[in-house]
């Protein structure tokens, strides 16, 4: 797989596109195939939910890099987080 290289990525399999002052985040293409079929989404009270993806979670079986969850304030830096090569190396 390879992953989407405008994007960022956490330990823990989600990816986040930050864009000024809002990150974006969702769940990777390899969290997806580790958990299934996605069929159903309770997403927690933040700044933005994708709502639309609540009624239709099965977007996320499709192309989990586009189907963004929730959004964000951006309030630090980026530490921590991966880049495309180092999160591709994760998950070998």
Known sequence: MSYPADLKYTNDHEWVKIDGATAKVGITDYA???LG?????ELPQVTEVHSA????PETVNKDPHASWMIALKVTGGQDGLLDAGAYTDLTK
């Open 37 to 41: 079929d996605v069929v159903y989404l």
């Open 32 to 34: 997806q195939k580790q």
């Open 53 to 56: 993806l609540v009624q239709n």
